[in-house]
């Protein structure tokens, strides 16, 4: 393709003035009408015929069905080829139409065409590139001749000579002379079709050229059209309807296109083509019952297709077929639902043994390989190794194993010989393969629900988990609070009674002492009851936030300055590290408890004297954040997932007892999801923790 390309460029832009330039000279020739027009109705019709004939040989040419169905063993290669292909074809004719101009306008009527090529660039002194023209037809010419002599030589041997004649011959238990057999069958099949097609081009060369010759191999290879594609999208086709239509087609264009150049080039005169048979007219092989506006090989192929059709469908209509044909033809047709059957979608009914058809595949295989074949296949269907009877599986899997080497005839006569198998009728046929599919679909319906069922019952063992774990924390937590209400209530209960009873002798001080301690007491009390109030109204959503405009500096303040004391009394050094005022829109007193929940948390988990809590916040896409960094114990790995969970309180906080009820982050949490911001731990910190919680602005 690339030295025909090369080519039509030199003869387009160098020997003419490019494409312009060869269409004015060819237009100004005698009968360019002809050239550029279909000239009417009748040659639209030899239009029509010659497009059809050459979208069937795409597909039906033996170095096409070798390549593009044989030898094609994964789906993507179709999805290449579908805009490869047309791809090849443009470009291979881009310069086709401008290279024949030019040839008729150099040489006129006087040369073949099919020589434009080499003709052209010798004539203007350029042997080189006819040189290189050459080689690169040669090169495409010997692989097409290879690639075809190959396909031929395939079905020849596979599907006549094996199956019908030198089957009987393979010796048993010698798969290494057996194959050599097969390649000797095949290397005579290759030189037989090699030296007869010669022959044929000795013969028939002058009075035809390489196209016409071309032409009608496209019309006796269009004689499987019909078959091949009807038989894609119906069912009830049959073998003998379909070789009865090839049949009668081939005798059509062996009568209409293949016999009067036969006898023209033999005897030397037209009569046959003038007169028709005997002298009828209505038998003209170029006129049939007067068609005469059709070149030889449109009317060949109109008239052979047209009968080759009407005995298809007149024979599959009206004879019985035969149910394996059927059981096939349903595979086909409706491929997407039998494709998931797979060795199951053959039909078969009888008596087989394992060990009559492992003896066959062993005659061609050898015994490694077909226990090898026979061990995937058992463990592939959960089958016992030691199985003695075989099924429409095995059947259908030993034919497949089998078609690799001798092809599908042979495969198949081996196969039956070894087996007994019985008569089905179409009914059932169709029966069983409905009843296959219909397994296939309950079973792949019982797959999804089983795996729906899996992940369900994998959700509720977590669910389940995490309900044990909530539970759990629950207990927990109902004892903190009993503990931490406890608490305050005997103090406050053992300091009244030291007043009550001790109100005349005892000093000032220890009377003050006592009424202070009452007060801390109520004070931790009543936190205690708003934080399980705060903390049900969260849950419940009935917390209302009072939005407003606030300095998140102020807040900041206020919030170091309520629990300075408790941080003084402990020694912890609080930092407020940006002094820089920002106004937005939040619940000042909620964002203050948020506050106060960390810095007291911070407090609790520094150390006395030594601890530093450093307070933050920035600015950044559209949200503010504000951080509390403290370097105390830190927070263990094992804990960043859960502090702000309703109940948790960290293992590591005190062995002794459990400090606070385990509300403060959970409130923390819910109040700053309710400004539509986000509160996290800060993971890699390696001493201390770093609590940050965000507020979204405009």
Not at 377 to 400: G, V
């Amino acid at each position: 393709m690339v030295f025909f390309l090369v080519i039509g460029a030199y003869i387009t832009f160098y020997l003419f003035d490019g494409t312009s330039d060869i269409y004015d000279k060819i237009s100004k020739t005698e009968n360019f009408e002809q050239l550029v027009t279909l000239g009417g109705v009748e040659e639209g019709f030899n239009w029509f015929f010659m497009i059809a004939l050459s979208f069937m040989a795409i597909f039906l040419l033996p170095r096409q069905f070798q390549v593009s169905v044989l030898e094609n063993n994964r789906e993507k290669h179709l999805k290449k080829a579908i805009w490869l292909f047309p791809l090849y074809l443009l470009l291979f004719n881009i310069f086709v139409v401008f290279i024949a101009w030019a040839g008729k306008l150099t040489f006129g009527d006087t040369q073949n065409a099919e020589y434009y090529t080499l003709l052209l660039p010798l004539k203007h002194g350029n042997s080189f590139l006819a040189t290189l023209v050459f080689l690169g037809g040669f090169s495409a010419v010997i692989s097409m001749v290879i690639v075809s002599t190959l396909a031929l030589s395939t079905m020849v041997s596979n599907n006549l000579i094996i199956p019908y004649g030198f089957l009987d011959k393979f010796i048993k238990n010698q798969p290494e002379r057996n194959s050599k057999y097969i390649k000797n069958i095949r290397r005579i099949s290759i030189f037989t079709i090699i030296i007869t097609a010669y022959f044929f081009y000795v013969s028939f060369s002058k009075e035809l050229s390489l196209y016409a010759i071309g032409l009608i191999s496209f019309v006796i290879i269009s004689q499987l059209a019909p078959s091949f594609f009807i038989g894609l999208f119906w069912n009830r086709g049959s073998s003998k309807a379909a070789i009865t239509g090839i049949i009668v087609g081939f005798c059509i264009v062996f009568y209409t296109l293949v016999l009067p150049f036969t006898l023209q080039a033999y005897t030397g005169t037209d009569n046959f083509t003038q007169h028709g048979f005997l002298g009828v007219s209505a038998l003209k092989p170029h006129a049939l019952l007067g068609i005469d506006f059709l070149s030889a090989p449109a009317h060949a192929f109109f008239w052979s297709i047209l009968f080759n059709v009407l005995c298809y469908l007149t024979f599959s209509l009206t004879t019985k077929g035969n149910y394996r044909e059927r059981n096939y033809a349903e595979m086909f047709v409706d491929s997407k639902n039998f494709s998931t059957l797979q060795d199951s979608a053959l039909v078969w009914k009888g008596e087989a043994f394992v060990g009559d058809i492992k003896n066959v595949l062993v005659r061609f295989l050898g015994e490694k390989r077909v226990t090898r074949a026979l061990h995937i296949f058992f463990t592939k269907y959960k089958l016992p190794q030691d199985t003695q009877l075989a099924d429409a599986r095995l059947i259908n899997f030993s034919e497949k194993l089998l078609t690799g080497s001798i092809g599908s005839a042979s495969a198949k006569i081996l196969i039956a010989s070894v087996v007994k198998e019985e008569q089905i009728s179409l009914v059932e046929v169709l029966k069983i393969l409905e009843e296959s599919k219909e397994n296939i679909v309950s079973n792949r319906v019982l797959t999804e629900k089983s795996n729906q069922l899996t992940q369900l019952s994998l959700k509720l063992k977590d669910a389940n988990q995490e309900l044990i774990l909530k539970d759990k924390q629950k207990d927990e937590f109902l004892d903190t609070v009993a503990h931490e209400l406890k608490t305050p209530i005997t103090g406050i209960r053992a300091a009244t009674e030291l007043l009550m009873d001790e109100d005349d002798d005892m000093p000032k001080e220890v009377k003050a002492q006592f009424l202070k301690n009452i007060l801390q007491d109520s004070d931790r009390l009543g936190r205690l009851i708003n934080n399980i109030l705060d903390f049900e109204k969260l849950e419940t959503g009935r917390l209302n936030l009072d939005f407003a405009y606030n300095d998140i500096q102020k807040t900041i303040t206020k919030a170091i300055s309520s629990i300075s004391q408790i941080a003084a009394n402990k020694e912890v050094k609080i930092i407020n590290k940006n002094v820089h005022a920002f106004k937005t829109n939040y619940d000042e007193d909620r964002i203050l408890q948020v506050l106060t929940n960390l810095l007291s948390n911070a407090i609790k988990f520094c150390n006395p004297k030594t601890g530093k809590i450093i307070v933050d916040y920035k600015l950044g896409n559209e949200r503010i954040e504000i951080s509390v960094t403290d370097n105390g114990k830190g927070i263990p790995e094992e804990d960043h997932h859960y502090i702000f969970d309703k109940f948790y309180q960290s293992k590591h906080q005190n062995t002794i007892k459990p400090q606070g009820s385990g509300l403060g982050l959970a409130i923390t949490k819910q109040i700053v999801e309710k400004h539509n911001g986000k509160i996290w731990a800060k993971k890699g910190i390696k001493s201390g923790a770093t609590l940050v919680f965000t507020i979204p602005f405009k």
